[in-house]
C-alpha cells in the first residue's frame, strides 16, 4: 500500500538526529584548548557547525574574520573577554557573543579556566578541517599543556582552507592581558 500520509516530502531534511551524551564526540586539542566537535557540517547536511571548546587563562585567538559563516559563543563556565569590530567586552557565565560572517575578532580566557558551546552558521567543514589541520587529535579528555600561539601555521592553514582570515596577533589591551595573568 502505497500511503501518501507515510511518504517523505522531497523538501525535508534526509539527516538523521545527532545523539551525543557528555564527553562524546571527536576530540582536538588546538591552541591550548580541548575542542569537542558535538555536530559537523557534514552531520547537520550544512547547517551548522557545534563544538564544545575547553579552555585555560590566556588563551588568545588571533585577531580574524569568518567570510561565509558567523559565529556564536555562549559561555557555559567561566569568563572570556572579546574583541569585536574594534570594542572589547566581557562575557561572563551564561551570556553570549554572536559575531557575523566578515566581521573582526578575537578572544582571550580571563578566568581560570571557561567552557564554551560554539555554532557556525552554516556549518563549515573547512573551520573543522582547519582546526583539525593546526590541532592533534586529543589523547586524553583533558587540557592539553599551555603552548605559544603558532601564528606561521595558523595562518598557512587558514589560507588553505579559506575558513578563516588571519588580520594579526591577538589585539588585547595590556590590561585585559594583565587581568589574565
Known amino acids: 500500500m502505497n500511503d501518501p500520509r507515510h511518504q517523505q516530502d522531497p523538501r ?17 586539542w588546538f591552541n591550548s584548548d580541548l575542542f569537542t566537535f558535538k555536530a559537523t557540517a557534514d552531520e547537520t547536511e550544512q547547517a551548522f557547525t557545534l563544538f ?16 561565509k559563516a ?8 567561566g569568563e572570556i573577554r572579546v574583541h569585536v569590530d574594534g570594542a572589547e567586552t566581557t562575557v561572563s557565565r551564561g551570556g553570549v557573543a554572536s559575531v557575523p560572517r566578515g566581521m573582526p575578532h578575537a578572544m582571550l ?6 567552557l564554551l558551546l560554539t555554532i557556525v552558521t552554516p556549518g563549515c567543514k573547512e573551520l573543522e578541517m582547519f582546526f583539525r589541520e593546526v590541532g592533534q587529535p586529543a589523547t586524553q ?7 605559544p600561539l603558532p601564528m ?18 591577538p589585539p588585547f589591551k595590556p590590561q ?3 587581568d589574565s595573568a
Do not use: N, Y
Not at 109 to 114: K, L, P
Not at 152 to 169: E, K
Open 141 to 147: 579528555r583533558t587540557l592539553p599543556p599551555s603552548a
Open 176 to 178: 585585559a592581558a594583565a
Open 12 to 28: 525535508m531534511p534526509t539527516r538523521t538526529a545527532i545523539i551525543r551524551a557528555q564527553g562524546e564526540g571527536d576530540a582536538v
Open 70 to 77: 558567523d559565529e556564536t559563543f555562549w559561555v557555559i563556565e
Open 109 to 114: 580566557v580571563t578566568s581560570e579556566t571557561a
Open 52 to 67: 564544545e571548546e575547553r579552555s585555560q587563562r590566556g588563551k588568545a585567538t588571533p585577531l580574524h574574520l569568518h567570510p
Open 152 to 169: 606561521d601555521t595558523i595562518r598557512a592553514s587558514a589560507m588553505r582552507h579559506g575558513s578563516v582570515v588571519i588580520l594579526g596577533p
